[in-house]
Structures are given as C-alpha cells and as structure tokens.
C-alpha cells in the first residue's frame, strides 16, 4: 500500500510540475476533512502554485462550501464538488490515498 501511495503522489508531483492532463482527465484531489484541505492547500504552496487570481493556496481552503465533497484542482487554480468533477469527467484522487 505504501508503493501506491509514493507511486500516486509522484505522478500528481509530476503532473504539478508540467501543468499538463493526468492522461486524457484532468485530475482533482477531494478532501473529506478541512484538515486535510489545509494541509492540500500547504502542499500545493510548496510547489508555488496558486489560486486561479493568484493569491496564495494559504489565503484560503475554500472547503466550507462543499464541505467534504470539496475537490481541488491543481491545473487552473480551481475548486469544485465532487458532483461537477464526475460531470466533467475528471480523475478523482482521495487525499489520503495520496498522503499518509
């Protein structure tokens, strides 16, 4: 389990890096606890990413609002429900699948 888990957070790593599609998907991350959105938003901060307006990932979670339905999408500095994630097709990764 803990190989799937370095194997998953390498290709999110990666896919941070080249700002590219996780294959065909874009790919969010859910986050069913506000402590892990917090710790997501950290994360994503450590690799300079930002919200879509440039402010910092550390500004805000945004996870209030869908609670923990709460979906991030590391691509274009977005969030979403977990409902508009599965309409658009995109590959849906769970927080603590990726991080211990």
């Avoid at 941070?16 to 859910?30: H, L, M, N």
């Avoid at 994360?43 to 930002?50: A, K, M, Q, R």
């Avoid at 977005?78 to 599965?86: G, V």
């Amino acid at each position: 389990m803990k190989s799937f888990k370095l194997i998953k957070k390498l290709q999110i790593v990666n896919y941070f890096k080249q700002k590219s599609c996780y294959g065909d998907k874009r790919i969010v991350i859910r986050c069913r606890r506000k402590a892990d959105a917090v710790n997501l938003c950290t994360w994503f901060d450590s690799f300079g990413l930002t919200w879509s307006n440039n402010a910092s990932y550390l500004s805000a979670t945004h996870w209030k609002k869908y609670k923990d339905e709460t979906c991030y999408d590391p691509q274009d500095g977005s969030y979403c429900s977990e409902d508009y994630a599965n309409c658009e097709g995109f590959s849906i990764f769970e927080y603590e699948d990726i991080f211990d």
